[in-house]
DNA sequence: CACATCAACTGGTATATACCAGATTTACCT
DNA sequence: AGGTAAATCTGGTATATACCAGTTGATGTG
């Protein structure tokens, strides 16, 4: 039954190397084993059995790993195909995307649709304590970072803004976001909020530097607090597209409140990561049971 | 071509019926949708030329989500399997499942090894600045939180621990690893190391409760600044066991060094969080171009 | 009633196949 | 040389099938 089943195969797909016409050797090589591979199957099913009772897909996963640490792969260097790797390791198509996928929730894989995966390249350190503008300190470790400005409205404040910016709903409210690229990939986009009767003709700037610099040399406006919060969640379809990653996959959401010297918040940003490609610190002070509570 | 094809399935099909004995519905249902569905495939492929070109699994898992976002499905409750989800919306197992998958990868849906998926918690939020415990200000807003303690060890520095410490290498250090549940659920692992000569006889103590508090009451030692680090990484095997959560999957991880009054460190924690269940906050004081110079 | 067993679930892994659409390369023609 | 069209890559989606190993609940036995 299982022969039958397996002649019936090789019919159908001749028919189909006669289209593609390229996969023929790789295809006889399979059909040279066949007959000891389907007795191995009867016998002890592949690798469970075995001493190496791990996952043929995270096996081929980890020699890939293995060979981007040892550097054999380098950032940005392409890896194999899908297709390639089933035939190397003589796993089905599946069995090889699986083990990429992997690498790629993982983070050190990335994906450019239809155009192949790449090595990831090392992670941007982002001190969130250090607001003195991400774009400034990024620039001074000579970070190459390039700011796409993907669009800027002015709109009104609903009710979630009026409250972080403590100010009526309705109140005009300057909104522009950005993508940021670095090593010629995307990196993050961010989404800034600010009270517009505060920033007059704030948008007439260029908005391609850091907007950190813009407030405090025309607006004399200086960070000095901050409230952030961090946190992991699934990528939406339109965020997917900006950064250039696929759909069902995590990213980093960091939104922060920012005030000045009065306390007062005046300006709200909305960071979406690709989360391999960042790691977040801060230098905390722990607040002696005085004002800050929670 | 392919009608010679199909009859071949339908025979190799009724085999497989035919042991299992249970599927037999769903596929008579198919096999009488059979030719209005082979008509559907020629023409324009199924879902990509209609209006709704979402892949069909993104479609099913939105199905889902608004059920989680309606109440339909609440914290804990059991999702369909997959088998059932393909026999419901006439997919594929594997159609199925990915749609199930996203949702997990989203963080709406934790997956318990063979027992089936369910709806993930609302997420733990974490005071990064008020470190003045976890444990403590999570029992203070009324989440229910057990300690579980994995290991124990007496061991020494290594060159980072060393560093970290400002020791020399070869120090005595006590570390413990604990697992954090909460709803009779793994929410994160934290591996904690103390510099043994300052904190004799540590490891008496039940460490099932603030190790802070511990500190705090035993050895008059209280956290005043620490330096903090947060990426998303792919979890490790043993990592995913103590969450149980499968493997190729994303991970929270925080590490913190925490300080005392006179900045000397003394506790050097890593904590490994599943990445849907947890949101971090942190205060921020812009350092005036003073000491901090990262 | 406690305990063992077994049938029926569950997700996990794996194969083989097919077609799609976008990106890239090659080949050819003007 | 330049440009276009076809061939051939890439990953994305989808189906059908199979077997595995835990979990769970029902069934029966001591």
């Given at each position: 039954m299982q022969l039958t089943g397996k002649v019936r195969d090789l019919?159908?797909?001749n028919k189909t190397l006669e289209r593609t016409g390229i996969h023929q050797i790789?295809?006889?090589?399979r059909a040279i084993r066949g007959?000891?591979?389907?007795?191995?199957k009867h016998r002890g099913k592949d690798s469970r059995s075995d001493p190496s009772s791990r996952p043929r897909f995270v096996q081929i996963a980890d020699?890939?790993?293995?060979?981007?640490?040892?550097?054999?792969?380098?950032?940005?260097d392409i890896l194999p195909s899908e297709r390639s790797l089933s035939e190397q390791y003589d796993v089905s198509r599946m069995t090889g995307r699986r083990a990429l996928e992997a690498l790629e929730t993982e983070g050190l894989v990335y994906s450019a649709d239809r155009r192949g995966r790449f090595v990831s390249p090392q992670r941007l350190k982002y001190n969130v304590s250090n607001m003195v503008s991400f774009v400034r300190t990024a620039q001074a470790d000579d970070v190459?970072?390039?700011?796409?400005?993907v669009e800027t409205t002015e709109t009104v404040a609903d009710s979630r803004l009026a409250a972080l910016f403590e100010r009526p709903v309705g109140s005009a409210i300057i909104a522009y976001t950005r993508l940021f690229h670095s090593g010629g990939h995307p990196i993050f986009i961010e989404t800034e909020y600010l009270v517009a009767d505060r920033f007059p003709d704030f948008l007439q700037n260029d908005l391609r530097q850091s907007t950190t610099q813009i407030l405090e040399n025309s607006f004399a406006t200086?960070?000095?607090?901050?409230d952030i919060v961090i946190r992991m969640r699934g990528v939406q379809p339109d965020e997917a597209q900006l950064l250039s990653i696929s759909t069902s996959h995590t990213v980093i959401e960091l939104e922060q409140v920012i005030r000045d010297e009065a306390g007062v918040p005046f300006c709200f940003g909305n960071q979406v990561w690709r989360g391999e490609m960042a790691e977040f610190s801060a230098h905390t002070i722990v607040a002696r049971r005085s004002a800050d509570k929670d």
């Open positions: 019919s159908t797909q790789t295809f006889l090589e007959s000891a591979d389907l007795l191995d020699e890939i790993r293995s060979q981007i640490a040892t550097g054999a792969l380098k950032e940005h190459d970072l390039r700011i796409e400005v200086t960070a000095s607090t901050g």
